[in-house]
């Protein structure tokens, strides 16, 4: 199993960026997916969910309204679209299998690093 994210950067307070993760080594379609986010000096952050076919999904208060959470299961890969970007939003973004009752996750990117500057 390997999740893969890519499209972090360095980007101006209210600018947009899109996170992509490439899902290899299971079946992809079969599988809730979550984006997640640490901050500097800060704990692990929820930030969406979304379902196996993407008819339903899942946003942190704090994101809600500004990002948005997809999938393509034809090509094995999950998105993040981040607009009206914040300085709190600055963090390393992972996304991460959905596992099973009682386990959040069972696999997890490496993350990729969003940096907002005010």
């Known amino acids: 199993v390997q999740l893969v994210e890519s499209g972090g950067g360095l980007v101006q307070s209210g600018g947009s960026l899109r996170l992509s993760c490439a899902a290899s080594?299971?079946?992809?379609?079969?599988?809730?997916v979550y984006w997640v986010r640490q901050a500097p000096g800060k704990g692990l952050e929820w930030v969406s969910s979304?379902?196996?076919?993407?008819?339903?999904?899942y946003y942190a208060d704090s994101v809600k309204d500004r990002f948005t959470v997809s999938r393509d299961n034809a090509n094995n890969t999950l998105y993040l679209e981040m607009t009206s970007l914040k300085p709190e939003d600055t963090a390393l973004y992972y996304c991460a299998r959905g596992c099973c009752e009682g386990i959040f996750a069972d696999y997890w990117g490496q993350g990729t690093q969003v940096t907002v500057a005010s």
């Open positions: 979304i379902l196996i076919e993407g008819e339903s999904t």
């Open positions: 080594g299971f079946t992809f379609s079969t599988h809730w």
